[in-house]
């Protein structure tokens, strides 16, 4: 019995499982691993660009860590980078912030429930 | 093999992302389907890789670090094989504005992500199909195409007035038209005008019939005749297809077949065939439009004599010249169709000329007239120069005939009587020519059988010395005693004779008689004097003449020097060599030569001195005249002079009265006869003055 994680979807994570993977290990650890290697400079980006206020480039990388979290099922976590993406899109810095603030605990608990879902058979 | 078996080239997919993840598990279900895949993580990426791995299509993330998936999209269709690439690009579902401006740059369809990866196999697949079959469309459009323009058609979809709804352009008709212009709103204005206006008819026409009509019409193009064959093929919705064929090739080819068949290699000239079916177009059309048309018949002079003794290139070239001189005596006239001369060469020297006759029968004289002038000029044949004119008949329709066939005839009738009437002249036919021609042709059937049952006969009028009026000898004259019609005068049956080509027989059946005949006096112990034949000036210029004389004597055994040979001047000058060659022949086989009616023909007196004769003989219209005018006596005088001086004896002709005699002794004239000392005698007469 696997324990439903508030952080993933179950039926990205069911697909995700059936597909063949490279390497003999399963996809969902696949798709984790990359996950947990790329989001941390996606994350820096955005930090760094926000330091700099250029919230385009902002956008820009909370558009493709969303495109991480979206294959991992994280639906949560890619509703919060959608609005970061918006609000960095619009030039509204005070708002991206606000949500940039929010941004790395949200990664880490995604990284931490891939880590456990992949522990999974 | 079924065709749905036969294993499927393996299909190659572009996936530019520059998310690794999404690049991971596009590479694991599209290499699971069977793909073969190939990833970029940026726009560069997927250029340089559409370049080197060519993939069948494309996922493009649009939104990508440095060249972002719009541009990358926009550059991948301006590639070689890009333009029909299926690229499907990757969005997000909460930007619907970047999937328009992705169509904005070329995209062929999208995904949104997250990506629903098993649903993303079969989204490829179907894009790929439709490729397929987009791709395949246009292959067959473009052999479809390329059909088309090898084919020598144009086609056009029309509607029932002619109006061109559609068009598709071959690579024969209308070129130049269609191509690079403007189209038309209707066909007609692509056609010459006749053909325009028969259109709308003949649109009307293959829809109430559904029958297919064809239409032909020429036109000019660069200058060129181009055929154009319009067939119109009725549809089932009241709209027709159109189908333009340029077959100027078919109807050259058609043309060249018809000039094997209706032309004469030698002259160029249509033949008789050709004559028949274009003057019977031509006697339609004028019937008709109530006209009248006159046809000229032409016919060469003595035609078979300049063949006969020069040789057939001779011959040939005669007509050549004759032909282009009859072209050039169209050329002055106004003609209708100004390609094609009313002229046919109906016979080896007979020849057609058919004109719109305007007036009266009588108007198209002068324009035969000035044909016959035109042969006037002789001929350069060689090194010789040969008098070939024209006799010319002249008949009218409908007036003559109604029909080809009768036209002609009448028309050859007319120019039989121009020949019998003296040759290089004109006559228009005249109704009773047909009983004339018919009553000759029976005369000259007559004739044949005279000559073949012997019932000719040759009477002698004897030849006088004017010193004592001494008896020297007899000339030798044929009569023919007709049994119905008597005594039928010599001019006229020799001029049948020669006409109907058999006065050979004739002279060789005289030459044959006078030889028995004097061979008779000879074992009748009669005293022999010498016996003039006349020698047709149709057969003498033939090279049997002298065999055939040699002959006869031999038969009868009948010595040289008892025949005397008489030929006119123009048997002589028409060939004075070959003339000149006979004469020598006959006078070293030791026949007597002279010249019969001496100063009527045309002959030159360089000529004369240089042909081997013995004897002139004084034309009997000279003597006639004498010794009451003036000229006559001159003329008299002057050939007697003549003759004398070349070492020639002169014999007066038609000798009627002593005042004739009185004044032939004072000019020392040598032979004379005639009525004043006899007629023509039967052989028996003849015989017994010996």
């Known amino acids: ?121 | 093999m079924p065709l749905n078996l036969l294993p499927q080239p393996v299909r190659r997919v572009l996936l530019a992302d520059d998310d690794a993840s999404t690049r991971l598990l596009a590479n694991s279900v599209l290499s699971g389907a069977g793909f073969e895949v190939f990833l970029a993580a940026n726009g560069d990426e997927a250029v340089d890789s559409m370049l080197r791995d060519r993939p069948h299509i494309v996922l493009l993330d649009l939104e990508m670090p440095g060249v972002d998936g719009y541009e990358a999209c926009r550059r991948i269709r301006r590639l070689p094989g890009g333009a029909e690439l299926p690229i499907v690009v990757v969005t997000s579902l909460d930007d619907p504005g970047s999937i328009e401006r992705a169509y904005a740059a070329g995209a062929t369809d999208f995904v949104t992500k997250p990506i629903n990866w098993v649903l993303l196999v079969h989204r490829v697949r179907y894009v790929l199909r439709a490729a397929d079959s987009a791709g395949a469309l246009r292959a067959a459009e473009a052999r479809n195409q390329a059909l088309l323009r090898a084919m020598p058609d144009s086609l056009f979809l029309l509607d029932g007035t002619g109006r061109i709804q559609a068009c598709a352009a071959g690579g024969g008709a209308l070129p130049g038209d269609v191509a690079g212009r403007e189209l038309p709103a209707t066909l007609a204005a692509l056609l010459p005008p006749e053909a325009a206006l028969a259109l709308p008819t003949l649109c009307a026409q293959a829809l109430s019939t559904r029958l297919a009509t064809t239409l032909e019409c020429q036109r000019l193009q660069h200058g060129v005749t181009q055929v154009l064959e319009v067939r119109l093929l009725p549809n089932e919705d009241g709209t027709l297809l159109a189908i333009v064929r340029d077959v100027s090739e078919q109807k050259f080819a058609e043309q060249r077949i018809r000039r094997l068949a209706y032309y004469d290699n030698l002259t160029d000239l249509p033949n008789r065939e050709w004559m028949e079916l274009r003057l019977t177009s031509v006697l339609m059309a004028a019937g008709k439009a109530g006209r009248r048309v006159a046809v000229l018949y032409i016919d060469l002079d003595l035609f078979r004599r300049v063949n006969d003794t020069l040789g057939q290139l001779s011959g040939d070239a005669v007509l050549i010249e004759a032909a282009d001189r009859l072209r050039h005596c169209l050329s002055s006239v106004q003609l209708e169709a100004a390609d094609e001369l009313p002229l046919a060469r109906l016979g080896a020297d007979e020849f057609l000329i058919w004109l719109p006759l305007t007036d009266g029968p009588e108007s198209i004289g002068a324009t035969a007239d000035s044909i016959r002038q035109a042969f006037e000029p002789l001929f350069p044949c060689g090194p010789v120069e040969v008098k070939a004119t024209v006799s010319i008949g002249v008949a009218c329709y409908p007036a003559d005939g109604q029909d080809v066939s009768t036209l002609l005839r009448n028309a050859d009738a007319a120019s039989q009587q121009a020949k019998t009437a003296g040759r290089n002249r004109v006559v228009v036919y005249r109704a009773e020519m047909n009983s004339r021609a018919l009553e000759r042709l029976s005369l000259e059937a007559d004739l044949r059988r005279a000559v073949a049952s012997n019932s000719l006969e040759v009477h002698y009028q004897p030849k006088y010395r004017v010193d004592d009026l001494g008896l020297v000898g007899a000339e030798a004259l044929l009569r023919w005693k007709h049994p119905r019609l008597g005594f039928i005068p010599p001019n006229e049956f020799i001029a049948l004779a020669e006409a109907a080509g058999f006065i050979v027989e004739i002279d060789r059946w005289v030459m044959k008689r006078v030889c028995e005949d004097i061979s008779v006096w000879r074992a009748a112990g009669k005293r022999l004097l010498p016996v003039a034949v006349n020698l047709s000036a149709h057969e003498f210029l033939n090279q049997s003449v002298v065999a055939m004389i040699t002959d006869a004597a031999a038969q009868a055994e009948v010595p040289h020097g008892l025949l005397e040979l008489e030929l006119t001047e123009n048997a002589l000058v028409h060939d004075a060599t070959l003339a000149r060659e006979l004469l020598t022949q006959l006078r070293d086989a030791g026949f007597t030569l002279a010249i019969d009616d001496f100063g009527t023909g045309y002959s030159s007196l360089q000529y004369l001195r240089s042909f081997p004769v013995h004897t002139l003989k004084i034309d009997r219209s000279f003597v006639r005249g004498a010794p009451d005018e003036r000229e006559a006596c001159a003329l008299i005088r002057a050939v007697i002079q003549f003759a004398h001086s070349l070492g020639l004896s002169v014999v007066a002709e038609g000798v009627e009265n002593y005042r004739q005699l009185d004044l032939l002794r004072a000019e020392r004239c040598d032979y004379l006869q005639g009525y004043l000392m006899d007629p023509a005698l039967p052989a028996a007469t003849y015989a017994a003055m010996l």
């Open chain 1, 1 to 121: 019995m696997i324990l439903k994680d508030p952080e993933l979807d179950r039926s990205v994570l069911d697909a995700l499982r059936e597909l063949p993977s490279p390497d003999g290990r399963s996809m969902i650890a696949c798709v984790a691993e990359l996950f947990a290697q790329d989001s941390p400079a996606l994350l820096q980006q955005m930090q760094q660009a926000s330091e700099r206020e250029d919230w385009p480039a902002v956008g820009a990388a909370a558009h493709a860590l969303k495109s991480y979290a979206g294959n991992v099922g994280a639906l949560r976590f890619m509703e919060q980078l959608r609005e970061l993406e918006l609000t960095a899109k619009a030039g509204d810095s005070s708002g991206c912030i606000a949500l940039l603030a929010t941004v790395p605990e949200a990664c880490g608990a995604v990284v931490a429930a891939l880590a456990r879902e992949s522990a999974c058979p």
